[in-house]
């Protein structure tokens, strides 16, 4: 939900000038960072249709919306979600569930930072080049994703029940966190790493459990 709009013909006017503030040459190009951008871009510019005078601002400078999940993916390419939640989580970052557009900005802008700091410009830029590249090529920017074998969807299901007393509230209350410290020894029994991603794809498989469970 978004709350408090302004209007779109003042925020885009600040917008520009914003933007041209950082203008060292004609020839300079703007990178607006947005997750899942293809949605930004398509509200941004059906209101720039409805305000043809902030549309003609923006016309004389050259901007590019650039998807930050692509870069998630890199940095974590076994997560089950690229949520900004989820992310936070990889991170070790407290989650923000405000549903606010201000709000998952700064979020976002604050996994960036945490994930490359000083050079967030530098892994951007070179994100763009090799982007680049791969326009041509099917390559998927990420990893297969694992599969439950059948004999670990049963441990699963065991450790559903077993655990099903703590679990449960767990999962009522929405306390992810505490419920991924519970999964360090399914993944020492099927020897693999003990990490966030791992961790995640677990929570997922014992959430659809516990949902069908109810």
Request: with cysteine; glycine share 2%.
């Amino acid at each position: 939900m978004v709350m408090e709009k302004s209007n779109f013909a003042v925020v885009g006017t600040y917008l520009f000038h914003f933007l041209r503030s950082f203008r060292r040459s004609e020839r300079d190009k703007y990178i607006l960072l947005a997750h899942h951008s293809s949605s930004d871009e398509s509200v941004f510019k059906k209101a720039l249709d409805q305000y043809p005078e902030v549309k003609n601002l923006f016309n004389l400078i050259d901007i590019r919306f650039v998807d930050t999940i692509p870069l998630f993916k890199n940095e974590f390419p076994d997560l089950e979600s690229y949520s900004l939640g989820n992310v936070a989580l990889a991170l070790d970052m407290p989650d923000v569930v405000s549903h606010r557009a201000l709000d998952d900005a700064n979020q976002l802008y604050d996994l960036l930072n945490k994930m490359h700091g000083d050079e967030l410009k530098v892994r951007i830029q070179n994100y763009l080049c090799t982007s680049k590249r791969k326009r041509t090529s099917s390559a998927p920017l990420s990893r297969k994703r694992r599969k439950f074998s059948s004999d670990e969807s049963q441990d699963l299901a065991e450790f559903y029940q077993n655990t099903k007393n703590i679990l449960t509230p767990l999962f009522k209350n929405r306390k992810r966190q505490e419920r991924l410290s519970l999964y360090g020894t399914l993944c020492q029994k099927w020897g693999i790493d003990s990490d966030v991603s791992n961790y995640l794809k677990i929570d997922r498989r014992l959430s659809i459990i516990y949902k069908e469970t109810k």
